[in-house]
């Protein structure tokens, strides 16, 4: 089973920036689908941005589209999430989540993903 760790979360002001990144141990990390989801205290997990194992077909949640930035490096078998802008209605958990989709998706939701990270905490307060 394939494993992922997710850094890069803390605290920052409305408006301000935060990049995350994951790290993943599959070998064939490449070939798959990645992606985040935060979920925020009494609310369901969501999705927030996914990125195709070349890099292209890249979706956004449309509450983070136009600030968030997604990306991914394969020759370090990780993934970030670059935040700008950020809002008070951003704070949540993030996760890294890794499935086994190599084609092109139009959606991702939290039933393809086949394992997850534990989280990094994101808290943008004044």
């Known amino acids: 089973q394939a494993q992922v760790a997710e850094s890069g979360g803390g605290t920052v002001q409305p408006g301000g920036s935060l990049k995350l990144s994951c790290v993943s141990s599959r070998q064939t990390f490449a070939f798959y689908y990645m992606g985040w989801f935060r979920q925020a205290p009494g609310k369901e997990r969501e999705f927030v941005a996914g990125i195709g194992g070349s890099g292209s077909n890249i979706l956004y949640s449309d509450y983070v589209k136009g600030r968030f930035t997604i990306s991914r490096d394969n020759s370090k078998n990780a993934i970030f999430l670059e935040m700008n802008s950020l809002k008070p209605e951003d704070t949540a958990v993030y996760y890294c989540?890794?499935?086994?989709?190599?084609?092109?998706?139009?959606?991702?939701?939290?039933?393809?993903?086949?394992?997850w990270g534990r989280g990094t905490q994101v808290t943008v307060s004044s």
């Open positions: 989540a890794g499935t086994n989709i190599a084609g092109h998706i139009n959606i991702l939701d939290r039933s393809q993903v086949a394992y």
